[in-house]
């Protein structure tokens, strides 16, 4: 069995106006289905990509791997352990929770920014009791720092001292902490410059190969996918229409939507 | 015939703050033709945006425009630019949603626009604005509609629409797709276009899209920490790039028809310097893998009317 699969996994919204304004304008209940039984598995070690537009599902679906939101139907299960059993004690749930983590769009809006970046880096530690001690965990925080191409010096300053690739460093750095086996990145470089943008996917590839990282990769840019993932998921308003192998995808694109989202890409192609 | 229509000499402008002068745009040359789509490319901070602000004039205090000349059609422009603002040059901003006013309704917003500027009559100002909507693709029985009626590609259509009201002769549009998914994008993009080429309105567009671009522009300038780094031909620049930036920058954009999946990308070591500690000679000397010693000490002119590098001087 793979080591994350998604199963029929739902979400519906309730966008519904208040019981009393419903029936006093006999409105009924409106409810957005916002992804709508999908299907996927991602091998250990491997990266797979969820592709879409605004409004597709991809985000929802982050969060509901990464256990921010609670499926409406279907389940997510990851190493055989299922995210949302409710038998599961607190102490297994964090346990299972600590294996999952996440980096987020926005460096500017994802950190703190009242805490030191020492602060940032060492609070997954005190919260699943990973490292006791605080000159353990300043030499553990010095070594994350080091992984992402920082300088340990850096764990005294503040997030507005950094640059937005810095700061998604830090992002990363933070979701190393506690030593996870997933890491959900949802567009991690669509705030940053492209030369910066270079410089994160090349740290995210090779912290996979180090530490045989698994990533659900959720972006907008075809581009950034093909030198990234290894299987691409497709979304279209909540549904996957299609799921192939990154060079397939790319050369046989079975889907219309598929082919519209290829040729709508920009090309720096004068051939044609 | 291609006549300039507009030029950039030396343009400057600064920011004064406590911790001293700093230059955002710096000893800036440059033409656009009459019917000529010109890009500008660079990463944020390289003062691209600023350069669209100071040719229309709107560069807030504690920012100025400390050095240098605009000429518009002839006619030096930098001491007055409300002489062009709006009638003959017009902006298209990054984002729809905060450049159109919530509160009035796309008609009202485009007769004032054209009121403003034109020496028309209400009654064809209005007939203006529906064939304004026709034709960049939305029904003109929708003038009275308010902007949140609209999708974000529709909004960005009303705001080309506004832009291009005026019959103005160029049109500055400062990251026009930024905040629109790919399938928009590209029909915002090629009806822009379209639209500029019918008229031949002249162009200017700001983007840090590589991609966005190649698919849209006659020449392109590459600019760096707010100075050009090289400007040429779009497709003498993008597939021959003599700047090693440009290289660099080429050479890290992810591709969709890329030969190598899944391989690493070129990355640049180290990132744009600030603009208080800029380095001596090329701004780009510390980041740079063919750097030798004048380059840390000289600053580079455009050399062969084409890259600011000293390579280009042992090329030629």
Aim: aromatic share 4%.
């Amino acid at each position: 069995m793979s080591f994350v699969v998604a199963r029929d996994l739902s979400r519906t919204f309730n966008l519904s106006d208040p019981w009393i304004v419903r029936k006093l304008t006999m409105r009924p209940k409106r409810l957005l289905k916002a992804v709508d039984a999908v299907n996927f598995e991602i091998e250990r070690g491997t990266t797979y990509a969820l592709v879409g537009e605004s409004g597709s599902g991809k985000s929802t679906i982050a969060n509901m791997v990464v256990g921010l939101l609670a499926p409406s139907a279907g389940s997510i299960t990851i190493d055989g352990q299922n995210l949302g059993d409710a038998s599961m004690s607190r102490q297994e749930q964090q346990r299972l929770r600590r294996r999952i983590q996440m980096v987020f769009q926005s460096p500017y809006a994802s950190l703190n920014p009242r805490w030191r970046v020492g602060d940032i880096l060492s609070e997954p530690m005190r919260a699943f009791k990973l490292i006791d001690g605080a000159t353990a965990q300043r030499k553990r925080v010095a070594q994350l720092l080091e992984q992402v191409g920082l300088s340990d010096s850096d764990a005294s300053k503040f997030p507005h001292e950094f640059s937005g690739g810095q700061r998604q460093r830090i992002s990363i750095a933070r979701a190393l902490a506690s030593q996870p086996e997933v890491i959900i990145c949802d567009e991690p470089t669509s705030a940053l410059d492209v030369s910066v943008q270079a410089q994160v996917l090349n740290l995210l590839k090779s912290l996979q190969k180090e530490f045989g990282l698994t990533y659900l990769f959720i972006t907008h840019d075809l581009a950034v996918v093909s030198t990234m993932a290894n299987k691409i998921g497709v979304l279209n308003q909540g549904v996957l229409v299609e799921e192939q192998d990154t060079e397939d995808l790319f050369t046989t694109p079975r889907e219309d939507y598929t082919k519209m989202l290829l040729s709508s890409a920009p090309k720096i192609d004068f051939d044609s | 015939m291609t006549e300039t229509l507009l030029e950039l000499k030396g343009l400057e402008v600064t920011f004064t703050t406590r911790r001293g002068t700093l230059k955002a745009v710096d000893d800036l040359s440059l033409t656009v033709k009459r019917g000529e789509i010109l890009g500008i490319v660079g990463e944020s901070g390289a003062g691209k945006s600023m350069t669209g602000a100071a040719i229309i004039g709107l560069i807030d205090p504690p920012g100025r425009v400390s050095n240098g000349e605009i000429w518009f059609e002839q006619q030096r422009v930098d001491k007055n630019p409300e002489s062009m603002r709006g009638r003959q040059v017009s902006m298209v901003f990054q984002d729809p949603l905060t450049s159109l006013n919530p509160l009035r309704t796309v008609g009202d917003q485009l007769v004032e626009t054209i009121l403003a500027h034109m020496d028309v009559t209400k009654a064809e100002a209005l007939q203006r604005a529906r064939d304004g909507l026709t034709e960049v693709g939305i029904d003109p029985d929708r003038i009275n509609a308010y902007p949140h009626a609209f999708s974000g590609g529709m909004r960005q259509r009303v705001v080309i629409a506004l832009a291009l009201a005026t019959e103005p002769q160029l049109v500055i549009a400062d990251e026009p797709t930024t905040a629109l998914d790919v399938s928009v994008q590209a029909q915002v993009l090629d009806l822009l276009k379209k639209l500029c080429r019918e008229r031949g309105t002249s162009v200017i567009l700001i983007t840090h899209d590589m991609g966005v671009i190649a698919q849209t522009s006659d020449r392109i300038a590459v600019m760096y920490a707010g100075r050009l780094a090289e400007i040429g031909e779009t497709r003498e620049v993008l597939t021959n790039p003599q700047h090693p930036y440009t290289q660099g920058l080429m050479a890290s954009t992810p591709s969709v028809d890329a030969k190598s999946f899944g391989q690493e990308l070129f990355q640049i070591p180290g990132a744009m310097p600030k603009l208080d500690a800029l380095p001596s000679g090329c701004a780009f000397n510390p980041r740079c893998s063919q750097a030798h010693a004048r380059c840390q000490t000289d600053r580079p002119p455009i050399l062969a009317d084409r890259a600011a590098c000293w390579l280009m001087e042992n090329a030629s």
